[in-house]
């Protein structure tokens, strides 16, 4: 991977954006035409989604998210390099005032969103928008020397990326400035962990519990933040408060709430969702559902 690192990725990165989207075009037809890289997931993914829609639309959409999905590719290679200019002007943060009362106040929050647009820009850009320290939950890659270079490149303006439990650590011994933590809310639960479950995109989904359970052990605020793709190679993210308190909201809420937020924003720009992800893979037979509950009202007393 370091060979792979130094001699393509890097010297990749140091190309004007002009040349990285041409290199977007032609990874297209490889990765559209020549291989169907997971065509077969997207295409069922959006006909379940979108069963209203007719078969030319929903073909529109797979076409224009196929893409973005290259252009996605080119941009996170981008990122390793990007200055602090660029990356200013390429993704801008609409109403991060939002996070100041909480700021003032001396509050954490917990932020949670999905994979829409371009999460690795703003994983490297939020740190210099948010007056809170961003924290962002990640688990690590198996390829140890990948995994730096990617938590580097995410970290190298300040953003902070910690596991679950070094999280919760944090929480107890960190009080010098609040901290916004990351969570993402659209990835398939492992079969460990505790779901919640509800419809989403019309189907039977299971969502993780993290962000909820988190917020209310904690008593966080949450907001939810949604990247809009403007135009190709910008983007721009906009806040939307879930709730301020959390114990004010019956068990489940918090996810509902944040789940809904995010269907919604989907349906209005279908093609720059991660559609490769096989989003529904597991379902209810394959959790202990007690093990929910029974870890949610943990959280609520």
């Not at 991977?1 to 393509?8: E, I, Q």
């Not at 040349?19 to 959006?46: D, T």
């Not at 919604?264 to 279908?270: A, Y």
């Amino acid at each position: 991977m370091a060979f792979l690192y130094y001699l393509v990725l890097r010297p990749f990165s140091l190309l004007p954006s002009w040349a990285l989207y041409g290199l977007s075009n032609g990874l297209f037809v490889v990765v559209y035409h020549l291989v169907g890289y997971r065509k077969k997931a997207v295409r069922l993914n959006l006909q379940n989604s979108f069963p209203e829609l007719s078969s030319k639309r929903r073909l529109e959409i797979e076409h224009q998210f196929y893409v973005h999905f290259c252009d996605l590719i080119v941009e996170s290679i981008k990122a390793f390099t990007i200055s602090e200019s660029e990356l200013d002007r390429r993704f801008v943060h609409r109403n991060p005032e939002m996070f100041q009362k909480y700021f003032d106040k001396g509050q954490h929050v917990t932020l949670v969103g999905g994979h829409n647009g371009n999460w690795e820009l703003f994983a490297v850009s939020i740190a210099r928008h948010l007056p809170h320290q961003p924290l962002a939950l990640f688990t690590p890659l198996n390829n140890k020397f990948m995994n730096n270079k990617i938590t580097q490149s995410r970290s190298k303006f300040g953003l902070w990326m910690r596991s679950y439990a070094e999280a919760k650590q944090i929480v107890k011994e960190y009080g010098v400035k609040p901290v916004t933590f990351i969570f993402g809310s659209d990835q398939c639960p492992k079969h460990f962990q505790k779901p919640y479950f509800t419809e989403f995109l019309n189907q039977e989904t299971a969502v993780q519990f993290g962000t909820e359970k988190f917020s209310r052990d904690n008593n966080t605020p949450v907001i939810y933040g949604f990247i809009h793709k403007m135009k190709r190679g910008y983007y721009e993210v906009e806040y939307k408060l879930v709730c301020e308190d959390p114990s004010e909201l019956e068990l489940g809420m918090i996810s509902e709430i944040h789940t809904r937020m995010l269907e919604d924003d989907i349906r209005n720009e279908p093609s720059y969702w991660l559609w490769t992800h096989k989003r529904w893979k597991r379902k209810k037979k394959d959790f202990d559902i007690s093990k929910v509950e029974e870890e949610g009202l943990k959280s609520v007393a």
